[in-house]
Nanobody, 126 residues
Framework: QVQLVESGGGSVQAGGSLRLSCAAS??????????MGWFRQAPGKEREGVAA???????IYADSVKGRFAISNDNAKNTLFLQMNSLKPEDTAMYYC??????????????????WGQGTQVTVSS
């Protein structure tokens, strides 16, 4: 049974940084074709892909966060991270960790991921 638990969210001023963590169990990112990603959803908006990483280490980022966010993983600890720098108020959202057998072409498409965490809130004030 796949379980994902996010942590590290909080409130920060614009320009600040946060590091999100996703503790995973029931699988390993090293499993062939497996992928993990970070998604976010603000009130009144649809869930959107932020960043994703494949079992081969390949990464993809949404244009809105490219250059500011970095996704990484610790395979030994089976933990996914999202380092968020230069945060902006528009980054405010609930951030979710997701995992599954997802093709790279759909790495930032929420509906392609079968496994989700409960989310961690990120609030960026001006």
């Amino acid at each position: 049974q796949v379980q994902l638990v996010e942590s590290g969210g909080g409130s920060v001023q614009a320009g600040g940084s946060l590091r999100l963590s996703c503790a995973a169990s029931g699988f390993r990112l090293t499993y062939r074709f497996y992928r993990m990603g970070w998604f976010r959803q603000a009130p009144g908006k649809e869930r959107e892909g932020v960043a994703a990483i494949g079992s081969d280490g390949s990464t993809i980022y949404a244009d809105s966060v490219k250059g500011r966010f970095a996704i990484s993983n610790d395979n030994a600890k089976n933990t996914l991270f999202l380092q968020m720098n230069s945060l902006k108020p528009e980054d405010t959202a609930m951030y979710y960790c997701a995992a599954g057998l997802v093709d790279g072409r759909s790495a930032l498409t929420p509906k392609m991921y079968p496994n989700w965490g409960q989310g961690t809130q990120v609030t960026v004030s001006s």
